[in-house]
Nanobody, 122 residues
């Protein structure tokens, strides 16, 4: 059974940093791409970042480029999202998801975590 568990969320002031972690179960984790998505109150879930199987290729939504960094450690079955220079508009529940390709399309991801809340105060 595949499980993804996010952690590292919390309350931070604008300009601060947080590092989200996504822990995955299963021996085949290193065979899949991973994406981070977020959903703010009253809004649809949106793509944030994705990373390829070996971590060589990454992609970001424009609003987080230069501030967020996605990385992975296949030996530990972990994916991270380092978030710097946080803004109030980054407030959302953040989800990690596993899929065959590092795409922005939600439907490409078959397994999702439960999410972790990130709140950025102004």
């Amino acid at each position: 059974q595949v499980q993804l568990v996010e952690s590292g969320g919390g309350l931070v002031q604008a300009g601060g940093s947080l590092r989200l972690s996504c822990a995955a179960s299963g021996r085949t984790f290193s065979s899949y791409a991973v994406g981070w998505f977020r959903q703010a109150p009253g809004k649809e879930r949106e793509f944030v970042a994705a990373i390829s199987i070996r971590g060589i290729w990454t992609t970001y939504t424009d609003s987080v480029k230069g501030r967020f960094t996605i990385s992975r450690d296949n030996g530990k079955n972990m994916v991270y999202l380092q978030m710097n220079s946080l803004k109030p508009e980054d407030t959302a529940v953040y989800y990690c998801a596993r899929g065959p390709l590092p795409t922005r399309a939600e439907y490409e991801y078959g397994y999702w975590g439960q999410g972790t809340q990130v709140t950025v105060s102004s």
